[in-house]
């Protein structure tokens, strides 16, 4: 039997930010209090930091993530990675009040072509290189800047398992995205595979191409020498 996921949901990141707020609050309001609610950094101008966990805000740290993430069992801990059932429940409209007016998400299949013509998760773009990634993600200027903060954009990453490329792509583009203009990326657990098996009437065409299936051998040298990874 497996092991029950354990997630952490937008409401309850919302919760917590609103009694860390309302614990400062009070501590400024009562100087006599003997117990302090801000945590005093290290730093020899001793400046005090509120007690946020910033791992429960997005890459800006605007607002706090909109989907819900796994917090065990994961392979990938730097990366916030969401369970195929979360994906599924994006793509059918679950998550409208959390995306907000305007809100929308993007799916980036990084396997490589031959496997992404076989069979992908619905609207998937297939970004499988650094050099596609530099393609499909360009530095915003400052009006579309101003458009990403009044509508919410979030990024969905998979591979074959999410083991690998996936993540590398993912890394790739938060180390080099310096204006945070990218600042929601999640990671799909398990990747193609698990999402393949559970929601097959979510990806188009239904088929599943395996990185190492027979007959492809040439495909998949190529695809490793153009990755560039």
């Given at each position: ?37 801000l945590e005093t950094s290290s ?33 990938h801990r730097d990366l916030k ?38 069979g992908h998760i619905r609207y ?106």
């Amino acid at each position: 039997m497996c092991s029950k996921l354990n997630i952490v949901t937008p409401e309850e990141l919302n919760a917590k930010v609103e009694q860390e707020d309302s614990q400062v609050e009070t501590s400024s309001a009562d100087p006599s209090s003997s117990v302090s609610k801000l945590e005093t950094s290290s730093s020899s101008s001793d400046i005090k930091t509120p007690l946020i966990n910033e791992s429960q805000l997005i890459g800006d740290l605007g607002k706090p993530y909109a989907l819900p993430f796994l917090l065990e069992g994961t392979r990938h801990r730097d990366l916030k990675t969401i369970s195929s059932d979360t994906l599924a429940r994006l793509m059918q409209g679950e998550f409208a009040k959390e995306l907000g007016p305007g809100g929308r998400y993007n799916i980036i299949d990084c396997r490589y072509p031959y496997e992404y013509k076989g069979g992908h998760i619905r609207y998937a773009w297939n970004v499988y290189s650094l050099y596609h990634v530099r393609k499909a993600f360009p530095d915003l200027t400052e009006e579309l800047k101003q458009e990403r903060v009044a509508q919410r954009v979030i990024y969905v990453f998979y591979c074959e398992f999410s083991a690998m490329r996936a993540a590398k792509i993912m890394r790739f583009l938060r180390n080099h995205d310096l204006n945070e203009d990218y600042p929601e990326l999640y990671l799909l657990h398990k990747g193609y595979n698990a999402f393949h098996g559970s929601y097959l009437d979510l990806c188009e065409p239904k088929g599943y191409v395996k990185m190492l299936s027979p007959g492809y051998e040439h495909d998949y040298l190529l695809g490793r020498l153009q990755a560039g990874m």
